[in-house]
Structure formats: structure tokens, C-alpha cells
């Protein structure tokens, strides 16, 4: 009952401070459950930490053409 309902609801989910953990971005978007008809907030800080900055940009912007997000740029994105 709970899953019929969750399909028809559609969230806002935040999310903060990726750093380029390109890894954990999957994996925190694997956890949520993200579905199509969530939006997504982006509150910046893409870049600087792991390894992973220009494939996680590179996702991003493949993701906002198929999904509602909203990207705030970060002090480390200037
Ligand atoms: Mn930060």
C-alpha cells in the first residue's frame, strides 16, 4: 500500500556538498529511490574533495534534461 502510494507522490529531495564523490552521489540517489517525478536541489560544492569533479558535473547536467533540479552554485564553484 505504502509503494502504490509513494508512486504518486512526488518529493524534494536536497542534496549538499558532493566534492566530487562521484561514487557516493550514485549511491545516495540509489538509496533515496529518486524517481522521475522528484525534484532534485542542488545546494553546491560539485567540485573540490574526491577525484570524481568533472564526472559528476558531466551527470548532473545529463540528469537535469530528464529530471527536475535545481542547482545552487557553492563558494567552491565559483
Ligand atoms: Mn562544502
Request: charged share 20%; aromatic share 8%.
Amino acid at each position: 500500500m505504502q509503494n502504490i502510494f509513494r508512486s504518486k507522490m512526488s518529493r524534494t529531495l536536497v542534496i549538499g556538498d558532493i566534492h566530487g564523490g562521484f561514487k557516493a552521489l550514485q549511491q545516495v540517489l540509489e538509496r533515496a529511490g529518486v524517481m522521475k517525478n522528484d525534484q532534485l536541489i542542488f545546494l553546491g560544492d560539485y567540485v573540490d574533495g574526491w577525484s570524481e569533479s568533472s564526472q559528476v558535473v558531466q551527470f548532473l547536467l545529463e540528469l537535469s534534461e530528464i529530471q527536475e533540479c535545481i542547482f545552487i552554485k557553492g563558494n567552491h564553484d565559483a
